[in-house]
């Protein structure tokens, strides 16, 4: 047999041995006036000794884009989301590029228009944040030459995604609540997909424990807001017996039933414990300091971005990947027994 082929080198590739990121190399490729000389010289001369090509429809692509990149989140009101856009930005604006941001406020329809928008614009790359099954539209924007990257826990063959271990961080968090004794925990959340891998790892916790899955009560909320969480907590305070903690999906519900705990004289973490996700700068500045998984939120926009302007840049000989971030656990005063044990990160 011959010689195994080797793998056609990528833009990554040349960013890599050139020293310098991504978006450089996208705009030495692109807008070379954008870089300096210096730097201009070291991706040529990668790119030369590298015998890297980019592919002929993605440049097609890249001459007749808009020169901006779509983002679609869930809710551009959460904190979480803001961050996020503000990672996706630096990478977008690194690459001489200009950011498009939509909020499909968790409606499937926005959702689409939201795509059809960016497909119409031209854009050079989709992220998105995913609240409904979006794979066709994503699929018809892969066809006109639209790469399109997920910050979701679904991997499909075909595409670039990203996330959190949704999983791990869940498992933190109801770990962390069985070493303090809780044994009854509740659940707020609803029905996105990243929700119910939440929801999988705070079973997988209760089952490491040796508990079933009927100590892990439910408390379903239609939205992942502030007034949801506040909804929520007026729901918990009619639970007879009520869970000694709770878990909640995102930081806004966690604070919304901090609220209504403390309106109702309910003693946190005394007679509720209290668990966020996401870590946004208001949990720490909550009335009782929320613990909280921490996401890095603005890590996971910056990286989407690089991925799909990687994708846009090699065409056909980009390989796509899956990406997870370990979160970590935060933990503060919601949770923290009454000696005040307990703060500090856990991974």
């Not at 201009?40 to 890297?52: D, G, K, S, T």
């Not at 066709?136 to 990257?149: C, E, F, N, Y």
């Not at 995604?161 to 070493?179: F, N």
């Not at 659940?187 to 996105?192: I, K, M, T």
């Amino acid at each position: 047999m011959g010689e195994a082929m080797k793998p056609r080198p990528t833009i990554r590739d040349v960013a890599r041995r050139a020293g310098v990121s991504l978006g450089t190399v996208s705009n030495v490729l692109n807008r070379p006036e954008r870089v300096s000389a210096e730097s201009r010289e070291r991706v040529r001369a990668a790119i030369e000794a590298l015998a890297f090509t980019p592919s002929t429809p993605a440049r097609s692509l890249r001459t007749g884009g808009s020169g901006a990149i779509g983002l679609v989140v869930l809710d551009i009101a959460n904190p979480f989301f803001a961050d996020l856009v503000r990672g996706a930005e630096d990478a977008a604006r690194a690459a001489g590029l200009v950011l498009m941001v939509s909020s499909s406020d968790e409606e499937p329809g926005r959702e689409s228009d939201c795509l059809d928008l960016f497909g119409r614009q031209r854009v050079r790359g989709v992220v998105i944040t995913p609240a409904s099954d979006v794979e066709p539209q994503l699929d018809s924007l892969r066809a006109d030459g639209i790469p399109a990257v997920r910050i979701d826990s679904r991997a499909h063959d075909g595409e670039c995604s990203l996330t959190t271990d949704e999983l791990a961080g869940a498992r933190m968090a109801v770990t962390h609540l069985l070493e303090r004794g809780h044994r009854t925990i509740g659940f707020v959340g609803g029905s996105l997909w990243p929700v119910a891998r939440r929801r999988t790892g705070a079973l997988q916790a209760m089952a490491a424990a040796g508990l079933g899955s009927e100590c892990l009560i439910d408390i379903p909320v239609e939205h992942h807001t502030f007034m949801a969480g506040r909804d929520a907590g007026e729901r918990l305070l009619g639970l007879s017996p009520r869970p000694s903690a709770v878990l909640c999906v995102n930081d806004l519900i966690a604070i919304g039933v901090l609220q209504v705990m403390t309106e109702h004289g309910v003693r946190v973490p005394d007679e509720l414990a209290i668990v966020g996700y996401d870590d946004i700068d208001f949990a720490a500045a909550a009335a009782v300091p929320l613990t909280s998984v921490r996401q890095p939120r603005r890590l996971l926009g910056r990286t989407a971005v690089e991925m799909v302007l990687s994708e846009a840049a090699e065409g056909e000989a980009h390989v796509h990947e899956h990406r997870a971030f370990l979160p970590e656990l935060v933990v503060r005063g919601s949770t923290r027994g009454r000696d005040g044990s307990g703060g500090g990160q856990v991974r």
